[in-house]
């Protein structure tokens, strides 16, 4: 079965500054959709950015890029030049082809300091 | 275009009484997906539908949660009787599709349950 595991369950950087959340997953698929959300305190959860596993290159949406090793299933979340906006709980998701389901990490808790 | 709709936004009882959570997806929309959020669990999916009919409901956690889709536009959650370890906030999303080009779930703004 499929996992996915974020090991920062909170952190805080000031704003301006660059962060990393991280996220690993165990797979046995060659083919799968990563994915990252954010839920702000208003509660909505809000899809961030995708990830398809058999394209090499990093998917990035404006400040925010994605790290993603294949081969170490890893996929970790960058955003540039952080805003306050961005406080909020960011989830890691994974899915396979024709399956219905994602498959949610357990959210890393993202300060933005003024 | 109006996303996931879910009502109530807060919905607080007492211990005992039943509880009824609704959503009414995306136009077009035939997936239609419940999941429960705790701090201790994280985001659980509790049952999922497509074209109205339920799917997977391994999820759900006992006999007193049920959820039906009587229509493409209307789903409904039910807890009856609820218990205090209910308090949660539930969110409804809703997706078009899958087979080799996963759609991305949209997720309504969620109902936080407190059961007394």
């Known amino acids: 079965a499929q996992t996915v595991t974020q090991s920062q369950p909170e952190m805080s950087v000031q704003e301006a500054e660059t962060v990393t959340l991280s996220c690993t997953y165990d797979?046995?698929?060659?083919?799968?959709?990563l994915f990252w959300y954010k839920q702000p305190p208003s509660r909505q959860m809000i899809l961030v950015i995708r990830?398809?596993?058999?394209?090499?290159q990093n998917a990035t949406e404006n400040r925010f890029s994605v790290n993603f090793q294949k081969a170490a299933k890893s996929f970790s979340l960058k955003i540039s030049d952080s805003q306050l906006g961005d406080t909020a709980m960011y989830f890691c998701?994974?899915?396979?082809?024709?399956?219905?389901?994602?498959?949610f990490g357990k959210g890393t808790r993202l300060h933005i300091l003024p | 275009d109006a996303g996931v709709i879910q009502s109530p936004r807060h919905e607080v009882t007492e211990m005992g009484q039943e509880v009824t959570l609704r959503c009414k997806p995306i136009?077009?929309?035939?997936?239609l997906f419940w999941y429960r959020q705790t701090m201790m669990r994280g985001l659980e999916l509790l049952i999922y539908?497509?074209?109205?009919?339920?799917i997977d409901d391994s999820g759900m956690p006992e006999d007193r949660f049920s959820a039906k889709m009587p229509n493409a536009s209307f789903s409904t959650l039910k807890i009856q009787p609820s218990e205090p370890r209910d308090s949660a906030v539930y969110f409804c999303?809703?997706?078009w599709g899958t087979g080799t080009d996963n759609q991305p779930q949209h997720f309504g703004d969620g109902t936080r349950l407190s059961i007394l």
């Open positions: 999303a809703s997706s």
């Open positions: 797979t046995s698929e060659s083919n799968y959709y």
């Open positions: 136009s077009g929309h035939d997936y």
């Open positions: 990830q398809e596993a058999y394209k090499q």
């Open positions: 998701a994974f899915m396979k082809p024709g399956d219905d389901k994602i498959i």
């Open positions: 539908f497509n074209n109205n009919v339920p």
